[in-house]
Structure formats: structure tokens, C-alpha cells
């Protein structure tokens, strides 16, 4: 059975830092592996999709890499900024399902 | 191009009662998801569609809930007779399908309480 961990649960950083957050799954038998985003009381918007045959994805100030043999993957976030505060969710298709972690509480201090 | 849409946003209701959740997906995406997300937690499946077939439903609690997508278009979410433990946020969500690994799109999700 997947399972999926995101490390750490919470972050607080100052506004300008750059950060990584990090997922871990237990099968790499993944056809595909998604970050999102998830603002207090609001849906999931996907931010970065990375195939299982990619390393890496970027949008923005957003890079995510994958590593499938190892079962990990990281979120990098650069010069973050205030409006970056949300939880973020790691997920992974090993089918038609996706497997979420438990997500990354970030916030950025003005 | 209008995102997957979701209604009620709220619904607070008193344990023993129906309720009833309605998504209209991504016009094209033949594959409709619904998820619970639980407080803390990462949403887990509870079925998914492939236009009006039901072809995953393992994790849906089939005594008290129910789901159908007429027409492979709409779909809706029953749970009948609620308990308190079905407090949480139901998400829908869509894909083109066809494939397996298509990237998912989420609706705004409903927030369900049971008092």
C-alpha cells in the first residue's frame, strides 16, 4: 500500500528565504507525482506535475524534482513571499488514484 | 475556461439527516473523482468515474453513501443517514482520463458539519 509523508508538518520562515519541502513515498511504481497548494477553507490548485520518466518541473519561483528510485521528492520554493502561506500537498499516482501526504503548513513572516 | 464547480460551498446539518453534494467537472474530463479530506489530513478517494461507470468505489462506505454521474457528465454525492464522523471537506475532481496518470483538477470542495 502507498504511503505518502510530507516533512516538516509546519514551517515558518522569514519573508526572502528560500525553502524546500519534502515528500516521501514507499512504492516507486508511480506513474506520476503532483504539488498543490491549499489556501485555509479552498479546493487544491495544482501547482507543478512531474511524469515519472522527468526529474524536475519548474513554474516560477517553483522547482520540484523526483527522484523514483529513492521515493522522494522536493518542493523548492525561491525569495518566498507572504502570499506563498498555505498548506501544501504532495500526491502520487501509482493509478488512477492519487496519494496524498498529510501536507507542509507553510508560513512566511512580513 | 471554467474550473470544476461544486455545490453547497457549506451544508451544516444534524446527525440523521440526507445530504446531498453536486459536481460539474471540467467540460472534456471524462474521469470524476470524489474526495473526503479530513481536518490535518490529505484527501482520500472515495470513488472514481469513468464517464457514467462507476469503476472505483472500494473506499466508499456503501451502507450510508451513494453516487451516481448521469449522463457521464454531473455527478452526485449522497450520504444517507449522516453520522458525526462524516464532518470533513468533499472534493471533486476531473481529468481528461483515457490514461492513467492524467493530471487531477479540484473543485472548491464542500464543507461539511454534522451536529
Known amino acids: 500500500k502507498q504511503e505518502v509523508t510530507q516533512i516538516p508538518a509546519a514551517l515558518s520562515v522569514p519573508e526572502g528565504e528560500n525553502l524546500v519541502l519534502n515528500c516521501s513515498f514507499t512504492?516507486?511504481?508511480?506513474?506520476?507525482l503532483q504539488w498543490f497548494r491549499q489556501d485555509p477553507g479552498k479546493g487544491l490548485t495544482s501547482l507543478l506535475l512531474?511524469?515519472?520518466?522527468?526529474r524536475e518541473q519548474t513554474s516560477g519561483r517553483l522547482n520540484a524534482s523526483l527522484d523514483k528510485s529513492s521515493g522522494r521528492s522536493t518542493l523548492y520554493i525561491a525569495a518566498s513571499q507572504p502570499g506563498d502561506s498555505a498548506t501544501y500537498l504532495c500526491?502520487?499516482?501509482?493509478?488512477?488514484?492519487?496519494?496524498f501526504g498529510k501536507g507542509t503548513k507553510l508560513t512566511v513572516n512580513p | 475556461e471554467a474550473g470544476v464547480v461544486q455545490s453547497p460551498r457549506y451544508k451544516i446539518i444534524e446527525k440523521k439527516q440526507p445530504v446531498a453534494f453536486w459536481c460539474n467537472p471540467i467540460?472534456?474530463?471524462?474521469?470524476l473523482y470524489w474526495y473526503r479530506q479530513n481536518l490535518g489530513q490529505g484527501p482520500e478517494l472515495l470513488i472514481r468515474?469513468?464517464?457514467?461507470?462507476?469503476?472505483?468505489d472500494s473506499q466508499l462506505p456503501k451502507d450510508r453513501f451513494s453516487a451516481e454521474r448521469l449522463k457521464g457528465v454531473d455527478s452526485t454525492l449522497k450520504i444517507q443517514p449522516a453520522e458525526l464522523g462524516d464532518s470533513a471537506v468533499y472534493l471533486c475532481?476531473?481529468?481528461?482520463?483515457?490514461?492513467?496518470?492524467?493530471?487531477?483538477?479540484f473543485g472548491p470542495g464542500t464543507r461539511l458539519t454534522v451536529l
Open positions: 475532481a476531473s481529468s481528461l482520463g483515457g490514461r492513467a496518470g492524467n493530471e487531477q483538477f
Open positions: 512504492d516507486s511504481a508511480i506513474y506520476n
Open positions: 512531474i511524469q515519472s520518466s522527468q
Open positions: 500526491a502520487v499516482s501509482g493509478s488512477e488514484k492519487l496519494v
Open positions: 467540460s472534456g474530463h471524462n474521469t
Open positions: 468515474y469513468e464517464n457514467e461507470e462507476a469503476v472505483d
